[in-house]
C-alpha cells in the first residue's frame, strides 16, 4: 500500500470485518477509515439465534468497529489524511432466505454516502482504489458512486485479493439507471429502513386473504 500523500483514497468493499482490520491497518499508512456500514444489528433472542436471525451478519463488524477504535485513538492523523472507505461486500446479504421471522437488514451504498469527486480534486485526491476479494467490476450498488467519480476526473483502479498483481486501472462501465432520480427509490423497493437509521426489520408474515 502506497504511504497517505499518493494522491490516492482507498474503497475496501471486503466482506464482514475484514475491511474494518484492513482500515485500521491503512491507519498506520497515515489514512483515515471512514465506516460507511448501513445495517444494523438483529437480535439474539427468539424463534431464530443470534447471527441466524438477520440476513446480513454484522456483529463481527460491531466487534471490530469497538476494537479498532481503542487502537485508533492512539493513532494521530494529519487533518488532510486520505480517507479509506470500509463497506461489508455481503451488505446485499444475496444467497440469504427471505423468510417471515428473519430480520432484514440488507443495505446498499449510495452515492450520497461518499464525497463528490469534486471535492475529492479539491483535497488532492486523484486517484481511488478499490479493493475487494475476487471479481473484476465492482458491485452495481458502489459501480454509481465509482463511475460518477470517473466521470469527475477520478481515475479508478483495482486490487483483488485472490490475486498477486498490484492494483491495475478499470474502467467502471455505466451502471443501470445511472444519472435517474427515479433509480434510487428503485433501489430501495424491498429493503426495510430501521426506525433509528439504517436499515434492519422484521420479514413479517405473510397476511390470510
Do not use: C
Request: aromatic residues 10%; glycine residues 12%; charged residues 15%.
Amino acid at each position: 500500500m502506497p504511504a497517505a500523500g499518493d494522491n490516492a483514497a482507498f474503497v475496501l468493499d471486503l466482506p464482514g470485518s475484514d475491511g474494518v482490520w484492513t482500515g485500521v491497518a491503512l491507519a498506520s499508512r497515515g489514512y483515515r477509515p471512514v465506516a460507511l456500514y448501513n445495517a444494523v444489528p438483529g437480535p439474539t433472542t427468539g424463534g431464530w439465534i443470534g447471527a441466524f436471525a438477520s440476513l446480513v451478519d454484522v456483529e463481527p463488524i460491531v466487534a471490530a468497529l469497538w476494537h479498532g477504535t481503542t487502537y485508533l485513538q492512539r493513532v494521530t492523523l494529519a487533518a488532510g489524511a486520505p480517507p479509506v472507505f470500509l463497506l461489508d461486500a455481503n451488505r446485499r446479504g444475496e444467497g440469504g432466505l427471505v423468510a417471515p421471522g428473519r430480520f432484514d437488514n440488507r443495505s446498499i451504498s449510495f452515492t450520497t454516502d461518499f464525497p463528490s469527486a469534486t471535492f475529492l480534486a479539491a483535497h488532492g485526491i486523484r486517484r481511488a482504489v478499490l479493493i475487494q476479494s475476487t471479481g473484476d467490476h465492482p458491485q452495481p450498488d458502489l459501480a454509481h458512486t465509482l463511475r460518477r467519480w470517473q466521470d469527475g476526473g477520478i481515475a479508478i483502479e483495482l486490487k483483488r485479493l485472490n490475486a498477486s498483481e498490484p492494483p491495475v486501472p478499470i474502467e467502471v462501465r455505466k451502471p443501470f439507471g445511472f444519472g435517474f432520480l427515479w433509480h434510487r427509490a428503485l433501489r430501495m423497493l424491498g429493503l426495510r429502513r430501521h426506525r433509528l437509521g439504517g436499515f434492519g426489520g422484521f420479514v413479517p408474515e405473510p397476511s390470510a386473504g
